[in-house]
């Protein structure tokens, strides 16, 4: 059982000392603005669209600050986290600061409930209503007594590192590559899962896949709740930050393409469905999420398998130094990809 530090401060990678009170309190404070970085982005496209000349090149400004802004909340909370240092100034509002982290697939999830149940209200309203309260559970803080891990964790570790492989190797390396294949052409992306479909939708392949990908994120839960500190590792916070953030992610992806698209509504899950419809990712308010969402879905996906890959290598007696470069390689090619990928689904095209 790991002690418990008492209250202090916290010192953010050498930098500036901040209290643990702020620490707690910037996360979800930040995620309570995260719609505004969405208006922003979703603002800059309707006037890059209309405009000519100086402002289209200043509503392409926008955009892009937007779209910065709206990594804000997971960059804050991330650094929180690594500053968190092993103490527990925080701790009782540790997973309000994972939950800040998650905020780009969170905002779809409220999205995906809203539809789901047909809210008649703008479901921002709870977004508002829900970061108020977390912000001020965060302000108010609470000692958290470090939990002791059970037997079992170690197996269940290796067990979510197995499935993970499996998925890869089944599923998420092929729809990922078929994603960013839009970058080439709609039709060569369509014609490419239509292939895919017949591997990934038969009656074994699929209830499998789906199955796995329910163990992933119960077990990363669990994982993510009894992983109290990361101190002076950022590569394992990063891991537990980002299995929250995938999990976030996948609950509305799940959740919209099974649930509501093809059981609810009965639609095709396709392109034309994943880029917002004829009006596009970037046409309307309620679509404009997703440009964040699939960025950050696409990036974390990559970094949680990077971090996961890091651990394997270390168990296997790599050197320190090696496995983070591979770490840090694969996370910033993830990151290149991730752009690519959407920059696909917003209608980019090489060659
Ligand atoms: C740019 C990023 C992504 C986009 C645009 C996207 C879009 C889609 C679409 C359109 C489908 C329906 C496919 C079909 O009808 O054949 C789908 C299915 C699915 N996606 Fe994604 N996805 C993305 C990333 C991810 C990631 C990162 C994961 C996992 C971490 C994931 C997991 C799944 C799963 C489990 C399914 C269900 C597959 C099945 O039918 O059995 N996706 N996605």
Redesign the pocket.
């Known amino acids: 059982m790991t002690d418990v530090a008492p209250a202090e401060s916290l010192s953010v990678r050498g930098g500036p000392v901040i209290s643990a009170r702020m620490a707690a309190i910037l996360p979800p404070f930040l995620a309570l603005l995260y719609p505004l970085a969405v208006w922003g982005l979703f603002a800059s496209a309707s006037l890059m669209r209309e405009a000519e000349g100086t402002t289209k090149i200043a509503a392409l400004y926008g955009a892009t600050a937007s779209l910065l802004c709206a990594a804000i909340p997971s960059l804050v909370s991330f650094a929180m986290l690594v500053g968190h240092n092993g103490r527990e100034g925080y701790s009782g509002t540790r997973w309000i600061t994972l939950l800040a982290f998650a905020a780009p697939a969170l905002f779809t999830v409220e999205r995906v409930i809203a539809a789901g149940f047909r809210w008649t209200f703008d479901d921002r309203l709870v977004w508002i209503v829900v970061w108020v309260a977390l912000t001020a559970i965060a302000a108010a803080g609470r000692e958290r007594k470090a939990r002791l891990q059970p037997a079992w964790t170690g197996r269940l570790r290796f067990a979510h590192g197995v499935s993970a492989a499996v998925i890869l190797a089944l599923?998420?390396i092929a729809?990922?590559g078929n994603?960013f294949i839009g970058l080439l052409g709609t039709d060569l992306h369509i014609q490419v899962?239509e292939m895919l479909?017949v591997w990934?939708?038969s009656g074994i392949v699929?209830p499998v896949?789906?199955a796995l990908?329910l163990f992933q994120v119960a077990s990363g839960v669990w994982l993510a709740s009894i992983r109290q500190y990361a101190p002076n590792d950022p590569f394992r916070m990063l891991q537990v930050a980002t299995g929250v953030g995938?999990a976030a992610?996948?609950s509305a992806?799940?959740l919209v393409?099974f649930i509501v698209a093809r059981w609810g509504v009965g639609i095709?899950?396709?392109w034309v469905?994943?880029t917002g419809f004829k009006v596009g990712l970037l046409g309307n308010l309620s679509n404009a999420r997703q440009v964040p969402y699939?960025l950050f879905?696409?990036f974390v996906?990559i970094a949680h398998l990077a971090c996961g890959l890091r651990v394997v290598l270390l168990a296997h007696s790599w050197r320190i130094a090696i496995t983070n470069r591979i770490a840090v390689g694969i996370i910033v090619s993830g990151g290149v990809f991730a752009i690519a990928?959407?920059a696909g689904?917003l209608g980019l095209r090489l060659g």
């Open positions: 599923f998420l729809h990922l994603h899962m479909r990934y939708r699929e896949i789906v990908f995938v992610f996948l992806h799940m393409i095709d899950t396709n469905f994943a699939y879905a696409t996906t990928t959407v689904m």
